[in-house]
């Protein structure tokens, strides 16, 4: 993982909190939770709906859930559970739907479930008013499901961007034309001045790299594009090379001595993540064997390190694989409330003071995305993962708090001397809309109820731990849940956004940034509005869609 930490966020007590990205070939993906699940098809859609209806064509002819999802299914292959698994625990899925890939980015469940976790499903389908979608991954993921991991069954191991497209037999590892520079960092971008009236002010002639540890040159070196340059560095360093360059803000680029290039308020702004917490219980009715048998007894334990050396098989293959996904309207009562404080707030009360004009636009318009999606069944604010044990994380799909990452003042990749390894200021500015308070402890309240339920009383005799069930006061819960829960789920995005310039935005529907010639941006950092989903198959159909419109202007231009 990249050393990164925020700054002391207030609305957590003054903590800071790290951000999770992976430093290692093959990125986040290489360290990442293995969900490889999607959100609705309205996740999806907003990024147009946030666009403005001004805009709105233009974006839904390249963006929204129609035109990502042939990109979801090229992305990864997708292994069927045996009928074994589908006999034994219920598994739906929908291939036709949902998949039709051939790369070497594998989707596949676990072949061994825990017992509670049948259970689990079992008191889930008693309950009235729960959806149970056939198969999420087809833009229907409100409700009860089966999700996915990123892992190879032919191996039982992680299957990443490294394994599937590079070190692959296919991959171009094996080819002349392709270069990997593992342990260097790209400081720079490579700007050349264009006469005016080109249709931008700078062009993309390449990037400017150094090594990340041992001797340094005497200066970066660079190398040149004839074509392109792709910026692919996630959430937390796109905006950096993108600031360090001369693109971004014009007082955050002045700050850190940079010459302003292109003033693009919207780089570096817009940050989200899905905030997470856990809430405990202690089951009366204990269901064995279970995660902690594997702990307690010894002979069981064996037993299942046999089935896992032999074949692959048994009680250490499991992995999380079903997931409540539930809108806000099923859970609370308060929606129409909550939608009128968020269409109520004014446009610019909770945002960073001097936020530019146009970021604070584009934020007006989100507000309305999102106040239509909390009034939406189709769209969810709840995410609760279960696999049968006694401690469920309860996490916030959809916030109103906006965060920044910005380049350091003390960082020197904005010299050609420089090693460029401070890292960039990262402000998670947890809470700074005081709606996501109100929408934790909804989730909070949502999550009792249907822990509460008497299905799931007949199945597990559920007895709260913590917070307890004493706790009702909404300050009292507030209190409680700011002092423990996590800014980040591993899932930032947003800070390079897909928007129109004039919103805010960083790269339009081309993924062109705005202001330069041949350079776009192929990362979740694009991401405008964040979807209820974990976001690694996100990013892999993004890098889909990016490889698409990159041959079509490479085709267009000859």
């Known amino acids: 993982m990249y050393n990164l930490t925020s700054v002391p966020q207030p609305g957590l007590g003054g903590a800071s909190r790290p951000l999770a990205a992976g430093s290692v070939v093959g990125g986040s993906s290489a360290v990442n939770g293995m969900f490889f699940m999607r959100g609705s098809a309205e996740d999806y859609d907003a990024w ?108 039982e191991r992680r299957s990443y961007a490294k394994s599937g497209h590079y070190t692959n037999e296919d991959g171009p590892a094996t080819r002349d034309n392709f270069h990997l ?9 490579i700007l050349s001045s264009l006469d005016e009236g080109a249709g931008a002010d700078w062009l993309a002639d390449g990037v400017r790299f150094v090594p990340r540890d041992g001797e340094m040159p ?25 600031q360090r360059s001369g693109i971004g803000p014009h007082h955050i680029l002045e700050a850190a001595g940079v010459e302003v290039k292109v003033e693009l308020p919207g780089v570096g702004t817009n940050l989200q993540d899905h905030m997470n917490f856990a809430i405990s219980y202690t089951f009366n009715k204990q269901i064995t064997p279970n995660s902690t048998t594997l702990l307690l007894d010894q002979e069981y334990a064996a037993k299942a390190l046999d089935l896992w050396e032999t074949n692959k098989t048994g009680p250490y293959t499991t992995y999380v694989n079903s997931v409540v996904f539930l809108p806000l309207n099923f859970f609370s009562n308060k ?42 069944d189709a769209s969810t604010l709840l995410e609760v993962p279960f696999s049968g044990a006694s401690s469920l994380s309860i996490v916030l799909c959809k916030c109103l708090s906006r965060g920044t990452i910005h380049i350091s003042p003390d960082d020197d990749g904005t010299e050609l001397t420089g090693r460029g390894d401070a890292e960039p200021v990262l402000d998670y500015r947890s809470f700074s809309n005081p709606i996501d308070l109100d929408l934790v ?81 192929a990362d979740n950092s694009i991401i405008p509005l964040i979807p209820s989903t974990h ?24």
């Open 181 to 189: 520079l593992p342990g260097h960092r790209v400081t720079q971008l």
């Open 441 to 521: 402890v909804e989730l909070l309240r949502g999550t009792r109820h249907f822990m509460g339920s008497e299905a799931m009383i007949e199945a597990l005799d559920p007895v709260e731990t913590s917070p307890g069930p004493n706790m009702t006061d909404d300050e009292e819960l507030k209190a409680w849940i700011a002092s423990r829960i996590s800014p980040s789920t591993g899932h930032p995005i947003g800070t390079a956004s897909l928007a129109p310039r004039e919103l805010g935005g960083v790269v339009g529907p081309d993924l062109l940034v705005y202001g330069v010639q041949k350079l776009s941006v």
């Open 48 to 155: 147009v709906w946030a666009a403005g209806e001004e805009h709105h064509d233009e974006f839904a002819a390249e963006w929204g859930w129609d035109n990502l999802l042939p990109f979801f299914k090229k992305s990864v292959t997708f292994v069927p559970p045996t009928g074994d698994m589908v006999r034994e625990y219920n598994i739906t899925y929908d291939v036709e739907a949902a998949y039709g890939g051939s790369t070497p980015i594998y989707s596949s469940y676990r072949p061994f479930q825990w017992p509670a976790t049948v259970a689990m499903w079992n008191a889930f389908k008693k309950i009235p008013g729960f959806r149970f979608p056939q198969e999420g991954a087809g833009g229907d993921a409100s409700g009860v499901f089966w999700a996915p991991n990123s892992r190879d069954p032919a191996t």
């Open 218 to 242: 005497e200066e970066a070196w660079a190398v040149r594009a004839r074509r392109e340059v792709i910026i692919s560095a996630g959430t937390a360093h796109t905006p950096q090379v993108l």
């Open 335 to 376: 929606t129409e409330n909550i939608i009128s404080s968020v269409l109520g707030q004014g446009q610019d009360e909770y945002l960073p003071e001097g936020t530019d004009a146009t970021v604070i636009a584009g934020y007006v318009e989100q507000k309305k995305t999102l106040a239509r999606q909390f009034n939406s």
């Open 535 to 558: 976001t690694s198959s996100t990013a892999y159909a993004i890098g889909e869609k990016a490889a698409d419109l990159v041959l079509r202007r490479a085709q267009a231009s000859g």
